[in-house]
């Protein structure tokens, strides 16, 4: 029997967003949607329940994606996870590329991806990272589109709910479990965050935090404050 598949979106504020998000969702052939509100303030979690009958909508008392992540992974019932932002885009036939690759013996991965406007910096940056940092290293981040076999995911306990870097601590704890797929169909991201902080200045605060977790084992906790430092 063919594996069932559950789309676990975290959001937090992003009205503007999540129609389009959800309607891209549905198109994907998932079994199960979920968004998990962090105690929006802005409508999100209403106009989920509102326009989208199908998909279930759960809130959690304060925003950490984490635990979005994890209350999601719990309500799913699938065999297989993934985990999207409200600002990403998976190519249509994504899903079948996440079963092939569980059923050649991954335990999971993610995406390659693009940025969406983009630009000569972004494009050089974007080759960089999919190539290095994910293709040679298999590091992902919550922007590569992280999938996981259910399985996988209850014996690592989830996510760990830190306020930073989660999803770089996760896709350690990932690699170590089995072997960990990279599917070169790309997922679209919005570089509205490069846009609006400058897409150099951007690059260099993302490069000072993954130098300082990978080389100075700073803890995600003294990277969140250098991180916000240079906002």
């Given at each position: 029997m063919a594996p069932t598949v559950a789309i676990i979106i975290p959001v937090l504020n992003e009205r503007m967003l999540i129609i389009d998000a959800l309607h891209r969702a549905s198109c994907l052939g998932a079994d199960e949607i979920i968004v998990v509100d962090g105690n929006s303030t802005d409508g999100t979690y209403e106009l989920v329940k509102e326009r989208f009958p199908y998909v279930r909508c759960l809130k959690t008392v304060y925003a950490n994606r984490a635990l979005q992540i994890n209350v999601g992974a719990k309500e799913a019932l699938s065999d297989i996870l993934i985990f999207l932002h409200a600002?990403?885009?998976?190519?249509?036939?994504?899903?079948?590329?996440?079963?092939?690759?569980?059923?050649?013996?991954?335990?999971?991965?993610?995406?390659?991806?693009?940025?969406?406007?983009?630009?000569?910096?972004l494009n050089i940056y974007g080759f960089l990272i999919n190539y290095i940092y994910l293709g040679v290293y298999r590091n992902l981040v919550g922007s590569n589109a992280i999938f996981i076999k259910r399985d996988t995911f209850e014996s690592l306990k989830g996510f760990p709910e830190v306020d930073f870097m989660e999803d770089v601590v996760f896709s350690n704890m990932l690699k170590e479990s089995g072997k960990v797929a990279v599917i070169d169909e790309?997922?679209?991201?919005?570089?509205?965050?490069?846009?609006?902080?400058?897409?150099?200045?951007?690059?260099?605060?993302?490069?000072?935090?993954?130098?300082?977790?990978?080389?100075?084992h700073q803890s995600p906790q003294e990277l969140k404050k250098v991180y916000?430092?240079?906002v």
């Open positions: 600002d990403m885009k998976l190519a249509v036939h994504s899903i079948e590329r996440i079963k092939q690759s569980i059923q050649l013996g991954n335990v999971g991965g993610g995406f390659m991806k693009r940025y969406e406007p983009s630009n000569v910096l790309p997922v679209t991201v919005s570089s509205r965050r490069y846009q609006q902080n400058g897409v150099l200045k951007q690059m260099m605060r993302n490069a000072k935090v993954m130098i300082g977790y990978s080389c100075l916000a430092a240079h």
